[in-house]
């Protein structure tokens, strides 16, 4: 076998490369101890790049067109051999064609909930999934850094660790974006650009290029989306207290219209009518409660209200304070001699005796002379 894998070798003279799968990123040209006749033909299609590697050294690189291998078009290779002028001997080269295309439809997803410090609800969980297009911008650089000396190349083995770049980086730019997680949903489109700018300079170091990155959810843990829904039912319901009389109102209704009912449905209405009073109330704002018994403020501290007594025609009538008892004294209704008591005293006194209403009894006018 070996010695018709040496016989096909002098007398192929064109390497090209027509790819038939979807996933190949690099393909080596097979030749029998890597010798290339000089003068060989070499193809190169659209999407394609060939890198040439001598020894171990990365040499020529040739895009889209077709050449003929001399030391005019080979460089570097012609400096690293250190061919003469009119060489044309066979040389060693190992030949990788290299996919340059968009390879789409790479998925990428965060594998555990990422923790996120929103300004609204605080701690929230949340994980997102998508998907991504990348193809290889500097084939050197993805032979060097990726690659190696694997002979065929494919999507698959780099996806995973391009997938744990992606999602491990996602919260660090998610929480720089500063974007409200209420907000997310509508903003896909630039928080996508904003982390496939960020990303792209860590493509580059492998030597490849991250064309767009698409943002399909972002989900956050079932608790906070049900809390989030019953928030949304409680903005379009509005007043809570006035939808639940409605709600009652619609009860008492169906009833009416059902006269023929047995007698729990009577007692279903009631029932929902005072659910929808207690709601009601329970809705509407507290309004505060004064500090006192009654509707006025209590006297000042050290001047408690003073509450008198008075004997009138035999019978204690009282408590009034003192200001009823000064009208009173006005009125005549309060002699100097009506009896009086209030708290502190050991017996009943004329009210003369009271030291705050004998200036009162002064300021009486003496009767009209006759």
Do not use: C
């Amino acid at each position: 076998m070996a010695l018709w894998d040496k016989v096909k070798a002098e007398f192929v003279d064109i390497i090209e490369w027509t790819d038939d799968s979807r996933d190949t990123m690099v393909w080596r040209f097979p030749r029998y101890q890597n010798e290339i006749k000089y003068g060989a033909k070499l193809t190169v299609r659209e999407s394609q790049v060939a890198v040439f590697v001598s020894e171990g050294t990365i040499a020529d690189v040739f895009q889209p067109g077709m050449y003929s291998l001399t030391t005019k078009n080979l460089p570097v290779l012609t400096t690293l051999k250190g061919w003469y002028y009119g060489f044309d001997s066979p040389f060693k080269a190992e030949v990788y064609f290299i996919n340059t295309k968009n390879f789409t439809d790479l998925k990428w997803g965060t594998k555990n909930p990422v923790m996120l410090r929103d300004q609204e609800f605080g701690a929230v969980r949340m994980r997102a999934f998508g998907t991504y297009v990348m193809k290889v911008k500097d084939p050197s650089t993805f032979i060097r850094e990726i690659v190696g000396t694997d002979a065929h190349f494919t999507v698959d083995e780099i996806t995973e660790q391009l997938r744990s770049m992606i999602s491990s980086r996602f919260a660090d730019i998610l929480a720089e974006s500063r974007i409200p997680v209420l907000d997310l949903a509508s903003n896909y489109q630039d928080l996508s650009g904003f982390i496939t700018q960020r990303l792209s300079p860590e493509f580059h170091a492998y030597g490849l290029d991250l064309t767009l990155l698409i943002i399909e959810n972002i989900s956050l843990p079932p608790n906070v989306e049900e809390a989030l829904d019953k928030r949304t039912s409680m903005g379009i319901i509005g007043d809570l207290s006035k939808y639940a009389q409605f709600q009652a109102a619609n009860a008492m209704e169906q009833a009416a219209a059902n006269p023929g009912g047995d007698a729990s449905a009577g007692i279903g209405m009631g029932m929902g009518f005072a659910m929808a009073n207690q709601m009601g109330k329970m809705f509407q704002p507290e309004t505060p409660k004064p500090s006192g018994t009654g509707g006025s403020p209590p006297p000042l501290p050290g001047q408690e209200a003073m509450a008198y007594f008075v004997a009138l025609s035999g019978e204690q009538k009282g408590p009034f304070s003192a200001k009823v008892i000064h009208e009173m004294i006005k009125d005549k209704m309060v002699t100097p001699e009506t009896l009086m008591w209030k708290k502190g005293m050991d017996a009943w006194a004329k009210a003369t005796e009271f030291q705050e209403l004998k200036d009162l009894f002064l300021a009486v006018p003496p009767p009209i002379p006759g």
